[in-house]
């Protein structure tokens, strides 16, 4: 009977949660390879004996200074002039993006996305209530002249500027690009000039198979509008669901009043710090690029012997393939035939938020395939069941 | 420059971060006892070997399967009547209270909580935008009379029902009252028959020293209008971060559409699980229940030799004593003068929302102190500067 009483915001949220796999092969969700998973439990020794009074007692609340320290360390290392005071210590990255909503936005505003975006932020920008400003990508990333055009018009037509900019820098999720250097320094110039914060993510920027790395935008940034979103679920586990967000110290000082969850948890961050400390991350980040590269190499092959009318780019780096099939083809209907036949993907409707009807047209055309979860078996034979779901719709 | 972007639920919140105490006595804050946080390294190698794949993955929405589990069998054997599918496990019982507020209410809505209440609740409301109906409490709990005459004068003036009742049943943060039977049926009949959720709060129930135990509201309640939150941070440690919310499942379902966190983190959840199969929760219960009794006896006997003129009821269990000083003192101000005398304590007006003038009176009578992370001696100590701070302020 309570249902009635329901805020609006709740009434925005109709997608079920997404299915776990089951027994199907899974190229679905942004799992870590579980032969990688890092042994910590040296650190959780460490954690849980020598720091147990900071560890299973309240955190503070922007997060334990050491971790501050090793976050600001990390982006510094990265280009980024970041110090303890810019970050705080989140409940995993999806907690950053919340965090970043509570503070910058209400009911009934608008952000700008790219188009395709992060299919799970999605419904959270929705459960604040937001609209979206979708922007197309090219080969260079989100592209920025479009995006002037698309500020400059809606000023023309009295409406608000968005709010903020939310974007994933490096191998793109699902799209798999990473912006141009060129493309980045014209973004953080955008709004710079608009003084639009710019919500940068990127936590496959570390898992690079090959070729250069560009500046991120936080690194380019010196009028104080970027905030990078960090995480350590693709550098150490999902599961520690430490993030973090950083940016200038006195917004982020208002978001940790928004942060009112008693801190977060000491123990996972001591863990983290203690693994990086005892020289556990840099082999295992050499090890998990490995194993991913390894993936993307055996899946793009799969892909190509199976599906010889898919085109995709090549990311290089990350978790995703982002499949292009021919026109006609309806993802959305042949995830559900491949699932049917095995194996879990993700249609192209999802990752877009779905407002601009000039890009609705394609995205059924597109398709997300995560090579992270699988074994070489199972990506030969999960792609094999996609093209044979695909190759029953053509006949 | 950005500073004028943030959004208005911001500013809402001027109040500045609690600080942790320092080198000073700490009588501030709920945080345990260090002596008794627990020995977590065997449940934590047990999660991080045999269950890795598990706890280092992301986690379920809702929570793992066998923790949803362990919470519906700790609750009926509670008397409540819990099944896993109506438990949402949630970052901390105050990540439970946000995600309330963001399923029931909207900016501007009024919610019901008793004066004095938890004050770290308070500004978790008012970051939603909420406004308040105060209720006061007597010796058996927050007056449902009252509370029905003030819902019943709403209706007259034309204002929107509340959207919840929020109250803490047992050892209440900070009055130390624990509700009565009557009161708990009257409060539960009275939200039934208006429809409104009750949030029950009960964080403290298992520290029991002495006396009956009475039904939580959560029990009593047969038509899904109670939601019970839960927490480990008082029966095992506060940073493990687990808390949880168990209501009607619908409600629940849309709760945790709302919990975009990517699972609370499943490596602590493991350890809870692990430590508790383990034999370890019961021991460590009974032990942290006589530390805490000793600690308020200690307490009780220093406020008694040094502070004559106060009085208190004495709690039967929980963390905290609420002094009430005589007419004309304000205990704000004497909050700083014990943290300059070397004592952390809290003066009264934090504790109520404030905005009925007629409790704003009485407010800064009444002081907490939290007896659960001192020792002795400090407690002896501790007690012995803030009656100097006092009598300085008598001469």
Same mark, same amino acid.
């Given at each position: ?58 955190? &503070?609340?922007?997060? !334990? ?8 360390? +990390?982006?510094?290392? *990265?280009? %980024?002039? $970041? @110090? ?118 990127? &936590?496959?920027?570390? !898992? ?8 991120? +935008?936080?690194?380019? *940034?010196? %009028?104080? $509008? @970027? ?132 890009? +609705? ?35």
């Amino acid at each position: 009977m309570l249902e009635a009483t329901v805020a609006r915001r709740a009434a925005h949220l109709a997608r079920p949660a997404h299915a776990d796999g089951g027994s199907a092969i899974s190229f679905d969700s942004g799992y870590a390879f579980p032969g990688t998973l890092p042994d910590l439990s040296a650190a959780a020794e460490r954690a849980l004996g020598a720091y147990r009074r900071e560890a299973l007692q309240y955190g &503070p609340r922007f997060g !334990l200074p050491d971790m501050r320290e090793w976050i600001a360390t +990390l982006m510094c290392d *990265d280009g %980024a002039n $970041v @110090v303890p005071g810019d970050v705080l210590v989140t409940n995993g990255a999806k907690h950053g993006i919340e965090l970043f909503c509570r503070l910058f936005t209400e009911e009934g505003d608008t952000i700008v996305v790219s188009a395709p975006t992060y299919f799970t932020a999605i419904p959270i920008f929705r459960s604040f209530g937001l609209g979206f400003v979708e922007v197309a990508q090219d080969g260079e990333g989100i592209e920025v002249d479009t995006l002037r055009q698309q500020l400059h018009e809606r000023e023309r037509q009295g409406l608000e500027p968005p709010k903020f900019i939310y974007n994933v820098t490096d191998f793109h999720n699902p799209s798999g690009i990473t912006m141009s250097r060129r493309r980045r320094e014209a973004l953080v110039a955008l709004a710079t000039e608009r003084q639009i914060p710019v919500l940068e993510d990127s &936590p496959y920027r570390k !898992l690079r198979f090959e070729g250069q790395q560009e500046p991120s +935008l936080k690194s380019l *940034d010196s %009028a104080g $509008v @970027v905030f990078a979103l960090g995480t350590v679920s693709k550098i150490m586990a999902p599961g520690l669901r430490i993030g973090w967000v950083a940016g200038p110290r006195p917004l982020i000082a208002r978001m940790g009043q928004l942060k009112s969850d008693g801190g977060t948890c000491p123990l996972t961050q001591r863990v983290v710090l203690e693994f990086s400390k005892g020289g556990g991350l840099v082999p295992h980040l050499r090890r998990v690029t490995q194993t991913y590269a390894d993936n993307r190499d055996r899946m793009v092959a799969a892909v190509r012997r199976e599906l010889p009318d898919v085109t995709l780019a090549i990311p290089q780096g990350g978790y995703y393939l982002w499949l292009h099939f021919p026109a006609g083809t309806d993802t959305d209907a042949l995830a559900e035939r491949a699932h049917d036949a095995g194996v879990s993907v993700i249609g192209g409707s999802a990752f877009f938020a779905g407002e601009s009807v000039c890009l +609705l047209r394609d995205q059924r055309r597109y398709m997300r395939l995560a090579f992270s979860h699988a074994t070489h078996v199972e990506i030969d034979e999960g792609v094999r069941r996609l093209a044979a779901a695909y190759g029953s719709s053509r006949t």
